[in-house]
């Protein structure tokens, strides 16, 4: 029987999403000492392995302290160098990874999922999966959880890690924002083999072609790659009723004056490792992240489009952040603990993804000027020094969290 009010520590937490935030945060949540189940809507297999996913070093920093880095190791392609290149094959600029912190790691977005669910369960973590959460009730005492099959579940707190539809937004707060379109539409895949593409030797390409963007990775033996198409206007049924065969087609008229590895990749490209079209969203800006016993993380909190590279890491920071704060503060001070350490970082993150987008759907002559002045900007500002607040970010478990109300 839960018996908790909100200015006391959280002993029990029901975790909704077992995506990236939510295994990450039952673990940590476990550290801390608050005894955390995972409910997931889908069930266990269902999932494609996705597209590519980087982990950045402030990602893996945060994975650390779950002891979920290890579980990586090995799982995705190195990747500590970004190369970005014109259409005309020019180097634009080249973001490095310090050699002090762990390289960012490439790897199929399904694949992450799985790991940190395996790492989650194998840990002693419950995940229930099929089971969709559709509301909650606080009783004063609890929160009780409803989910689609009418089955419920009771702890001192919920924590939303149910994605950028999240349904545990809605109830925090009914005026909350719904996904933003950034004006592109993401295609993707990740296959075990080179794809016609030269090992690129730890460098994510990322090419801004004369009418789309293209990136690609290969360690030889496994490559990543995606594409992302300006797109002003769609509707659900063009995406849907286009086929794979058109949208291959599309992208090699669109890269077809470039100078990158798009051609021969999508010459190689199957049916089955390919990921449709899908809108590109963020969420810039959600008021309110918390209110009585639930409260949000993740694409849920704070949903970067995927230019920034850098959703899940962030997730996986919040998860551990909240947990610190829910170790050793009551309930309604720790979630306003959170929020005060994360929210500034996130929304900066998301704003500079968002000027990225702008520069993705440039037009020619605007994209003529992005060809020129980026160089300098890149030599200036992409340096190991200014990206530090990005990638050298670390949470420092063991510090206590301070109360700031
Ligand atoms: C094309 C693309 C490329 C990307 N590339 C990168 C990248 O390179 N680097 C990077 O860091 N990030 C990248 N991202 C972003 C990254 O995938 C997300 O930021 C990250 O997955 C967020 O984790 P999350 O756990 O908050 O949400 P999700 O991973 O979306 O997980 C949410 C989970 O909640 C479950 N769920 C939803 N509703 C319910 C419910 N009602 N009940 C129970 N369960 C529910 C879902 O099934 C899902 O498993 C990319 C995203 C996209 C779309």
């Known amino acids: ?43 266990t297999g269902t999932g494609s392995s996705g597209g590519p996913l980087t982990l950045a070093s402030n990602g893996l920093n945060a994975l650390r302290v779950v002891g979920a880095d290890q579980v990586l190791a090995g799982a995705g392609i190195a990747t500590p160098r970004m190369m970005i290149h014109s259409g005309s094959g020019k180097v634009l600029g080249t973001v490095e990874s310090s050699a002090d912190l ?3 790691t490439t790897l199929p977005r399904g694949r992450l999922t799985e790991l940190l669910q395996a790492h989650a369960a194998a840990s002693g973590i419950p995940i229930v999966y099929g089971r969709r959460f559709v509301d909650a009730v606080d009783t004063g005492r609890s929160v009780i959880a409803q989910f689609d099959d009418h089955t419920t579940a009771e702890a001192d707190v919920l924590i939303g890690c149910d994605g950028i539809r999240s349904t545990v937004r809605g109830l925090i707060d009914p005026a909350a924002p719904t996904p933003r379109y950034t004006g592109l539409i993401g295609f993707g895949g990740f296959s075990d ?21 293209f990136g690609h990775v290969s360690d030889g033996e496994r490559t990543g790659w995606f594409a992302n198409l300006p797109f002003k206007h769609f509707t659900r049924e063009q995406l849907q009723g286009t086929t794979y065969d058109e949208w291959i087609a599309l992208m090699r008229k669109l890269f077809a004056n470039d100078e990158s590895a798009a051609l021969g990749i999508l010459d190689h490209v199957t049916p089955e490792s390919f990921i449709p079209p899908s809108p590109l969203e963020d969420l810039p800006h959600v ?15 704070h949903a970067t489009s995927p230019s920034s590279g850098q959703g899940a890491s962030l997730a996986a920071e919040s998860a551990v952040e909240l947990a610190r704060c829910l170790r050793d503060l009551p309930v309604a001070q720790a979630f306003k603990a959170y929020e005060q350490a994360r929210r500034d970082r996130v929304e900066r993150v ?42 050298a970010h670390t949470i420092d478990w063991d510090e206590p969290a301070a109360s700031r109300v």
Not at 363 to 388: I, S
């Open 102 to 104: 762990p390289a960012n």
């Open 287 to 301: 008021p309110v992240w918390s209110k009585g016993r639930l409260a949000l993380i993740g694409d849920a909190a």
């Open 1 to 43: 029987m839960n018996d908790l009010r909100t200015n006391e520590r959280a002993r029990t937490a029901i975790v909704i999403g077992g995506g990236v935030a939510g295994p990450v945060a039952a673990l940590a949540l476990q550290k801390a000492g608050v005894e955390a189940t995972v409910f997931e809507a889908y069930r």
């Open 193 to 213: 083999d080179a794809l016609g593409a030269g090992e690129t030797g730890g460098v994510f390409h990322m090419v801004f072609g004369r009418k789309a963007f």
């Open 350 to 391: 998301i704003a500079a993804a968002a000027r990225t987008n702008r520069s993705k759907a440039a037009g020619p002559v605007a994209a003529r000027f992005r060809d020129a002045l980026m160089p300098f900007f890149m030599e200036r500002f992409t340096t190991p020094e200014r990206t530090a607040w990005q990638y």
